[in-house]
């Protein structure tokens, strides 16, 4: 029982040991502070070492890599654009862009027939041909040209007047009815082919005379064949002519009569340096007065 109370008496808390002293409330409130802090180290230290651990073996392995492909040769990087992804739960197909095709010239012409039938109303100059395309070359700045009464006509006293129309051909046909006013020897109408400048062209024509085929080349004109056809003025004639090749073909004969059946005037130009041209009208007036050519017909067409 003295045991007892003995315990007891040093357990209470105004005991008093010998070689002992009770702690301070602050110090003890300090070492709890100091046990947290470590605690929570020690917490922070577990979680980051396999983090840490992770981190530097995957530093060490990209010096690793590096250290291999430094020494490789290195090329040019080519950077692709980037394609916009499309939306979540739709579609999208990749359309190729269209390779632009060259527009092809726009031609007056709108086929192998050129023609003018001159149904029209008077004006100055030739105009637009009933089959489309504009006559051109003196037709169109000449005022010797002009549409009256519903044919074309060429006035003038002395000079040279061309019209052309169509397009450039190599085998070509060609039919005009025409009539002038007065043949002197001089004055003549015909039909224009291979027209390629005002100095090289070939021309069949009437003189009262005669169907002529004469070639310009360069400074010179030259006669290539030539038929007695007797013409008469005011009256109107056909003149149908053909190239093929350097081959020319003629004939003609008064409007109101049939077509002969075979060629007047065939001719062959061994001598020929240019193989196409335009198709057209020319006429020559050398007169102390006024002559007038009336066309009331034109074609050509493009042969085989």
Same mark, same amino acid.
């Given at each position: 029982m003295?045991r007892?109370?003995e315990r007891?008496?040093a357990?209470?808390p105004n005991a008093?040991?010998?070689g002992m002293s009770?702690?301070?409330p ?9 046990i ?6 020690l917490?922070?230290a577990?979680v980051a070492l396999?983090?840490?651990w992770v981190?530097?073996?995957n530093h060490?392995a990209g ?12 090329t040019?990087?080519?950077t692709?654009p980037?394609l916009?992804?499309?939306a979540?739960?739709? =579609?999208?197909? *990749?359309?190729p862009? @269209?390779? /632009?095709s060259?527009?092809?010239s726009?031609s007056p012409?709108p086929?192998? #027939?050129?023609?003018d039938t001159?149904?029209?109303p008077?004006?100055?100059?030739w ?11 003196d037709a169109s ?10 044919v074309g006509?060429?006035?003038a006293?002395s000079g040279t007047?061309?019209?052309?129309l169509?397009?450039?051909l190599?085998?070509a046909?060609?039919?005009v009815?025409?009539?002038i006013?007065r ?5 003549n109408?015909g039909a224009?082919l291979?027209w ?12 009262g005379?005669s169907?002529v ?5 360069a400074?010179? =004109?030259?006669q *290539?064949?030539s038929v @007695?056809f /007797?013409?008469?003025?005011g009256?109107r ?5 053909q #190239?093929?090749?350097?081959?020319f073909l003629?004939k003609?004969?008064p ?5 002969p059946a075979?060629w ?11 193989f196409?041209?335009?198709?057209g ?8 007065g006024s ?7 034109f074609?050509?067409?493009r042969?085989l």
């Amino acid at each position: 029982m003295s045991r007892l109370k003995e315990r007891m008496a040093a357990t209470s808390p105004n005991a008093q040991t010998v070689g002992m002293s009770p702690v301070p409330p602050h110090k003890a409130r300090s070492r709890v502070r100091v046990i947290v802090f470590v605690l929570v180290f020690l917490i922070d230290a577990l979680v980051a070492l396999p983090l840490g651990w992770v981190a530097e073996k995957n530093h060490l392995a990209g010096g690793v890599v590096s250290l291999f492909t430094s020494s490789w040769p290195q090329t040019a990087s080519r950077t692709q654009p980037r394609l916009p992804l499309p939306a979540r739960g739709s =579609t999208s197909t *990749l359309t190729p862009t @269209p390779t /632009p095709s060259p527009s092809p010239s726009p031609s007056p012409f709108p086929s192998e #027939v050129s023609e003018d039938t001159f149904q029209r109303p008077n004006q100055l100059f030739w105009g637009t041909a009933s089959g489309g395309g504009s006559w051109l070359a003196d037709a169109s700045t000449s005022p010797a040209f002009a549409i009256a009464d519903r044919v074309g006509q060429v006035t003038a006293s002395s000079g040279t007047f061309t019209a052309l129309l169509g397009p450039r051909l190599t085998n070509a046909e060609l039919m005009v009815t025409l009539s002038i006013s007065r043949f002197n020897g001089e004055n003549n109408m015909g039909a224009l082919l291979h027209w390629r400048d005002t100095a090289h062209w070939y021309k069949v024509y009437l003189n009262g005379e005669s169907l002529v085929l004469i070639k310009r080349d360069a400074s010179q =004109t030259l006669q *290539l064949g030539s038929v @007695p056809f /007797p013409a008469q003025p005011g009256l109107r004639y056909s003149l149908l002519v053909q #190239v093929r090749g350097t081959v020319f073909l003629a004939k003609a004969w008064p409007a109101s009569s049939s077509e002969p059946a075979s060629w007047e005037l065939r001719v062959a130009d061994q001598s020929a340096t240019w193989f196409s041209g335009y198709g057209g009208l020319r006429m020559y007036y050398l007169s102390r007065g006024s002559v007038t050519t009336t066309v009331a017909f034109f074609r050509e067409t493009r042969t085989l």
